[in-house]
């Protein structure tokens, strides 16, 4: 099983990425999948969670309004399109099923 997370970056105030992670190892569409964030010094909490077949999605509210999560089963792939960019935002992003080790994150930098 690995999930590998990508299309981090520096990027203004904002400015808009979208996070990438592929999945392997297991039936993807059979799990719900969330992003999870580590800002510095801090605990890593939820930012958006999906269901399996897509249908059904959920947002910390701190990002509601400006993140929308997404996934392509036929691709294995979960996304985080993240619009209207702010320092805070800046940290280390995870996709995440609890039935399935970390993968390595993606450093998203907010900043001018």
């Known amino acids: 099983v690995q999930l590998v997370e990508s299309g981090g970056g520096l990027v203004q105030p904002g400015g808009s990425l979208r996070l990438s992670c592929v999945a392997s190892?297991?039936?993807?569409?059979?799990?719900?999948m969330s992003w999870y964030r580590r800002p510095p010094g801090k605990e890593r909490e939820l930012v958006a969670s999906?269901?399996?077949?897509?249908?059904?999605?959920n947002y910390a509210t701190a990002v509601k309004g400006r993140f929308t999560i997404s996934r392509d089963n036929a691709k294995n792939t979960v996304y985080l399109q993240m619009n209207s960019l702010k320092p805070e935002d800046t940290a280390v992003y995870y996709c995440?099923?609890?039935?399935?080790?970390w993968g390595q994150g993606t450093l998203v930098t907010v900043s001018s």
């Open positions: 995440y099923n609890a039935a399935f080790p």
């Open positions: 190892g297991f039936t993807f569409s059979m799990y719900g």
């Open positions: 999906i269901s399996g077949a897509g249908g059904n999605t």
